[in-house]
């Protein structure tokens, strides 16, 4: 075992092998990038108590010495009252500025309560959670979960099983090449634009949040969509729009139908339309997310995918 207290702004190299890396903080930032070499720590903020670094059996953790197990982190973060809850347990205020890169082939878990969480270049599989921070993900080609209670989640160019949880905060998902998706808010909106040359097996269930779907020129997919309240639409000739009291429901069957995309909402507005083809997705992660494209100010509101790229 290999333990470091770091109290300060500080570099540190470990260079026996890590296969897991757990980082557990309150407030700041957590960057953790995959690259060759050997694991390297960098802290350039800290405010309150140290953090507590260990390395048992290739797992590396970074947390303080107090915090919980990676199970009970995540039960905090439920919540916003577990997590106000949580934040009256500490004497003072926490803030940690955190970097840390290990290799492509790690398995990485985040939990931050207000830390805004960055994770980039991982083929193993990526958990990240948090209470009201954002998480983004880039360039991931495992298994990844992200789970926020009102923060937002941006995936740019995430391969492998995408899997998306949300209380209020937006969804998005960028160029996304992943073989299933799988994004579930109450009131965040969930913004998907998919880009797999391959079917995929997408499932979106929100409450009153829009969700806004654009999908390859080619694709083999079988659309249902349904909501109670909420507008249907669709740039697809082949989807049609039935019932008029009640229920509404957008399907119909795009190719050979060998994927599938699954919406569920009460009362959210429902937007599937067609990604232009050899679309620069650069510009595609600017014009997405973008402010301008929101059409009010309600919460849950998503961008309006109805401007051409």
């Known amino acids: 075992m290999s333990q470091w207290t770091v109290e300060g702004p500080d570099r540190i190299t470990i260079e026996e092998t890590v296969r897991t890396l757990q980082v557990r903080t309150i407030d700041g930032t957590v960057n953790v990038v995959a690259a060759e070499g050997p694991a390297r720590l960098e802290v350039t903020e800290l405010k309150g108590e140290p953090l507590h670094v260990t390395l048992v059996d290739g797992v590396l953790t970074v947390t303080y010495k107090d915090l919980s197990s990676w199970n009970e982190f995540g039960d905090v973060l ?3 009252e ?31 309560v207000s830390a805004a969480t960055t994770v980039s270049g ?4 990526v958990s990240t959670q948090t209470a009201n921070a954002d998480i983004t993900l880039v360039g991931l080609t495992g298994r990844t979960d992200a789970n926020t209670v009102t923060g937002d989640v941006d995936a740019q160019s995430v391969a492998g099983q995408l899997r998306l949880n949300t209380v209020s905060g937006r969804l998005t998902v960028l160029a996304g090449t992943a073989e299933k998706v799988s994004a579930n808010a ?6 998907l634009d998919l880009a797999a040359a391959t079917p995929a097996q997408i499932k979106v269930n929100t409450v009153s949040g829009a969700v806004g779907v654009r999908l390859p020129p080619l694709t083999d997919t079988k659309v249902e969509a349904g909501t109670t309240s909420g507008d249907l639409s669709s740039g697809f000739e082949e989807l049609t729009v039935a019932g008029n009291w009640g229920t509404k429901r957008l399907s119909g069957q795009l190719g050979d139908g060998s994927g599938s995309l699954s919406v569920t909402t009460v009362s959210g507005a429902v937007t599937v339309l067609q990604r232009p083809e050899a679309e620069d997705d650069t510009r595609a992660a600017r014009e997405l997310p973008a402010p301008d494209l929101t059409k009010s100010d309600t919460p849950g509101t998503g961008p309006d995918l109805t401007k051409e790229a």
């Open 78 to 80: 439920k919540s916003v």
């Open 122 to 125: 991982f083929s193993e599989h």
């Open 186 to 191: 109450v009131t965040g909106a969930v913004t």
């Open 82 to 112: 577990s997590v106000k809850g949580f934040f009256s347990s500490f004497k003072r205020k926490r803030t940690a500025a955190v970097t840390v890169t290990v290799p492509a082939g790690t398995e990485v878990k985040v939990g931050t």
